[in-house]
T-cell receptor, first 113, second 112 residues
Framework: DTGVSQDPRHKITKRGQNVTFRCDPI?????LYWYRQTLGQGPEFLTY????????KSRLLSDRFSAERPKGSFSTLEIQRTEQGDSAMYLC???????????FGPGTRLTVT | QKEVEQNSGPLSVPEGAIASLNCTYS??????FFWYRQYSGKSPELIMF????GDKEDGRFTAQLNKASQYVSLLIRDSQPSDSATYLC????????????FGTGTRLTVIP
């Protein structure tokens, strides 16, 4: 049973550039979540998919953020026109419908210069 | 917006002692409660979850839940230096709610 994987693990970008992250959930998990974590804080929820449907989005998620899960398997999170305030660890988690436990991937650390 | 409060620490205990980590939450409708361990620079790792009042034990870890007091705790017995990490408390909402709300974490250091 492989865990959640994320790619890339680190990304450095210049302000104003677009970035895209990928998450591959645990294979039998149909729910996928994106969180963001900054230093000294707990993860903050961004968005959630059940299969390919995006069912929930946080008000934290500005219009510059978009997420997809086109075939109900992997997901991508895109940030357009990055800002320095977007620098954070972006975490993906997955779970099986009907079970509340969420398992996190290793995260993608984004640095916007 | 759900609020999850943790004693900010840092907490230091000697090796072999019991570490006690505490968490309170604001939403009485919260149903499931989780403890994650996060090593520096790593992602959170699920170590315990509980949804019924009382105690739940798993090895050296015991989670305690008191819904009337809106309080959940984690006890780590026989603390080891490898337990040194930040412990995150998380709650979700009513049954079927999907996202977790996290506290800011308590940093634990186990002194050899």
């Amino acid at each position: 049973d492989t865990g959640v994987s994320q790619d890339p693990r680190h990304k450095i970008t210049k302000r104003g550039q677009n970035v895209t992250f990928r998450c591959d959930p645990i294979s039998e998990h149909n729910r996928l979540y994106w969180y963001r974590q900054t230093l000294g804080q707990g993860p903050e929820f961004l968005t959630y998919f059940q299969n390919e449907a995006q069912l929930e989005k946080s008000r934290l998620l500005s219009d510059r953020f978009s997420a997809e899960r086109p075939k109900g398997s992997f997901s991508t999170l895109e940030i357009q026109r990055t800002e320095q305030g977007d620098s954070a660890m972006y975490l993906c988690a997955s779970s099986f419908s009907g079970r509340p436990q969420q398992y996190f991937g290793p995260g993608t650390r984004l640095t916007v210069t | 917006q759900k609020e999850v409060e943790q004693n900010s620490g840092p907490l230091s205990v000697p090796e072999g002692a019991i570490a006690s980590l505490n968490c309170t939450y604001s939403d009485r409708g919260s149903q499931s409660f989780f403890w994650y361990r996060q090593y520096s620079g790593k992602s959170p790792e699920l170590i315990m979850f509980i949804y019924s009042n009382g105690d739940k034990e798993d090895g050296r870890f015991t989670a305690q839940l008191n819904k009337a007091s809106q309080y959940v705790s984690l006890l780590i017995r026989d603390s080891q230096p490898s337990d040194s990490a930040t412990y995150l408390c998380a709650v979700n909402g009513e049954t079927g709610a999907n996202n977790l709300f996290f506290g800011t974490g308590t940093r634990l250091t186990v002194i050899p």
